[in-house]
Nanobody, 127 residues
């Protein structure tokens, strides 16, 4: 079983940056694809970014492509989301997620593929 704890959210001005961290526990962390989702008020939870279990493939939602970067450090059991050029529409609760099964070959683009969730961290971007 994988356990996830997020940190790094907060209030930032438009155009600023934040770095979210997700610390994971579990002996097989390295075998799981990881991702970040977000949920804004009144909207569905949506995929923001994902990274494969191998670290060799990343995927991003169209509206964050070029601004956000997902990475993982297996030695520290941690996944990161670097968010640059933040916009007010990025305001949401951000959730770290791990895939339901190891060694998946498909990106984690919807909640049906998620096996483990973090508690969420609030990101608010002011205009």
């Amino acid at each position: 079983q994988v356990q996830l704890v997020e940190s790094g959210g907060g209030l930032v001005q438009a155009g600023g940056s934040l770095r979210l961290s997700c610390a994971a526990s579990g002996r097989t962390f390295r075998n799981y694809g990881m991702g970040w989702f977000r949920q804004a008020p009144g909207l569905e939870r949506e995929s923001v970014a994902s990274i494969s279990w191998s670290g060799g493939r990343t995927n991003y939602a169209d509206d964050v492509q070029g601004r956000f970067t997902i990475s993982r450090d297996n030695a520290r059991n941690t996944v990161y989301l670097q968010m640059n050029s933040l916009k007010p529409e990025d305001t949401a609760v951000y959730y770290c997620a791990a895939a339901a099964a190891p060694f998946s070959s498909q990106p984690m683009r919807d909640i049906s593929r998620v096996g483990y969730w973090g508690q969420g961290t609030q990101v608010t971007v002011s205009s």
